[in-house]
């Protein structure tokens, strides 16, 4: 797959068929996206793979908390920062009532959405859940570096035919993962990503996420015009 298709054809998938994924792909993606770069080299993304029963095993824990939602032990970070500002927000909002337009769920339907955002935490029914975390040593270059290798893991998948979606509804239940996935706590869990094949036939899946226009995030100067 040209790596332009791949980036156009990633979109975040919400939906999955049960279909299951060898462990040699994911080794494949994961083990081809370390070539990611990273400032200095220091490579520091680590990963966590669940697939069958330890995957089982983690959405049992959640199914008998989800009373707990939405806020669960809470986040371990600030997924946006205090008081958005625009046109963040608004992106943000737009995203959102996209979402939730495509599985008929309306704004004052409380419960209606916290079941579509509890279905983050099973993982969106994927074969696969992986868990990204970092050195809590590491400053922002390093995050950025993780969110380099995270994108270049989800442009692989499509390489092989998959979809994906990252996550960070968990660190919402950062205590959780910590203990059922023996993490030192010198770590912190960033995001989780749901892997597999999408069902394409799903509502979630059939719409597309806007974006700004090219000129209203880029400046371009020097150019033979
Ligand atoms: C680091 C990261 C974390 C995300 N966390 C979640 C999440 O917890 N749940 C979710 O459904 N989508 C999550 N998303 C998906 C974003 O909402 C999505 O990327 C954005 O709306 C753009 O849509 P697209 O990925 O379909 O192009 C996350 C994306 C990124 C990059």
Redesign the pocket.
């Given at each position: 797959m040209d790596v332009r298709d791949a980036v156009a054809s990633?979109?975040?998938?919400?939906a999955f068929l049960p279909t299951p994924i060898p462990e040699k792909t994911v080794r494949n993606i994961l083990e081809r996206a370390s070539r990611a770069p990273s400032g200095g080299n220091v490579q520091p993304w680590r990963v966590h793979v669940l697939a069958g029963s330890r995957l089982d095993a983690l959405r049992d824990i959640v199914r008998s908390r989800f009373d707990e939602l939405p806020r669960f032990e809470g986040g371990e970070y600030d997924?946006y920062p205090p008081g958005l500002k625009e046109p963040y927000e608004s992106r943000?909002q737009r995203?959102g009532v996209m979402?939730y337009q495509s599985i008929g769920v309306t704004r004052e339907d409380r419960a209606g959405r916290y079941r579509q955002?509890g279905?983050?935490y099973l993982f969106?029914d994927a074969p696969v859940g992986l868990f990204f975390s970092i050195d809590r040593s590491m400053g922002r270059p390093q995050w950025s570096d993780l969110?380099g290798y995270?994108?270049t893991v989800m442009l692989l998948a499509r390489g092989y035919g998959l979809d994906a979606?990252?996550?960070?509804?968990?660190t919402h239940l950062h205590k959780t993962l910590y203990s059922f996935l023996n993490i030192p706590p010198e770590y912190i869990i960033?995001?989780?990503m749901a892997l597999g094949h999408a069902d394409r036939t799903a509502p979630i899946n059939t719409w597309?996420?806007p974006?700004a226009p090219l000129d209203e995030f880029a400046t371009f100067e020097g150019f033979d015009s």
């Open positions: 990633r979109y975040s998938c919400r997924i943000r995203a979402l955002y279905r983050n969106y969110g995270i994108q979606c990252a996550q960070e509804a968990w960033f995001c989780g597309r996420s974006r």
